[in-house]
Antibody
Framework: EVQLVESGGGFVQPGGSLRLSCGAA????????MNWVRQAPGKGLEWISY????????YYADSVKGRFSISRDDAENSLYLQMNSLTADDTAVYYC??????????????WGQGTLVTVSS | DIQMTQSPSTLSASVGDSVTITCRAS??????LAWYRQKPGKAPKLLIY???ALESGVPSRFRGSGSGTDFTLTISSLQPDDFATYYC???????FGPGTKVEIK
């Protein structure tokens, strides 16, 4: 059974940093690209970052480009999101999501339970 | 960037009704479109991919159609479990639509 478990969320002051983790199990993690998706309270889904297999290809939404950094550790079956220069607009539940298929363009068929990040003074 | 729109934003219906949600892309995405259902406090669930393909385990009352820029999700015979928010997503660049909330009339 595929499992994705996010951790690392919490309260952080504006301008601060936080690192999210997503532990993966039940599939060959190194064979899949991975994504982060967030959802602000009461709002819709926003894709924010993609990392390809091997970690050499990374994409970001404009809203986080230059502030967030995605990475992966295939030996640890883990995905990370380093978030810097946080603002109130970054307050959201953050999900890691696995694509359905191997390949660059695929919908997400497995999601974690999400971890809440609250940016507030 | 490819922008996604959905209509309506909210839809009121009763158990047993058939409902249709529309999704439009700002440029052609061929059939690279997925539909998700999300219940409050839960992660989204993939329903339809490649515009028309039913994800394994998803009931056949869900049907997707369309290609290019215009897509629809039809839910026939709404069940209590279907009152939720539905999102389309183009997976060229992974953008989601703003969502359609299906609420009980």
């Amino acid at each position: 059974e595929v499992q994705l478990v996010e951790s690392g969320g919490g309260f952080v002051q504006p301008g601060g940093s936080l690192r999210l983790s997503c532990g993966a199990a039940g599939f060959t993690f190194s064979s899949y690209s991975m994504n982060w998706v967030r959802q602000a309270p009461g709002k819709g889904l926003e894709w924010i970052s993609y990392i390809g297999t091997g970690g050499s290809t990374r994409y970001y939404a404009d809203s986080v480009k230059g502030r967030f950094s995605i990475s992966r550790d295939d030996a640890e079956n883990s995905l990370y999101l380093q978030m810097n220069s946080l603002t109130a607009d970054d307050t959201a539940v953050y999900y890691c999501a696995r694509p359905r298929d191997l390949g660059i363009a695929s919908p997400f068929d497995h999601w974690g339970q999400g971890t809440l990040v609250t940016v507030s003074s | 960037d490819i922008q996604m729109t959905q209509s309506p934003s909210t839809l009121s219906a009763s158990v047993g009704d058939s409902v249709t949600i529309t999704c439009r892309a700002s440029e052609s995405i061929s059939t690279s479109l997925a539909w998700y259902r999300q219940k409050p406090g839960k992660a989204p669930k993939l329903l339809i991919y490649d515009a028309t393909a039913l994800e394994s385990g998803v009931p056949s009352r869900f049907r997707g159609s369309g290609s290019g820029t215009d897509f629809t999700l039809t839910i026939s015979s709404l069940q209590p479990d279907d009152f939720a928010t539905y999102y389309c997503q183009q997976y060229y660049t992974r953008t989601f639509g703003p969502g359609t909330k299906v609420e009980i009339k």
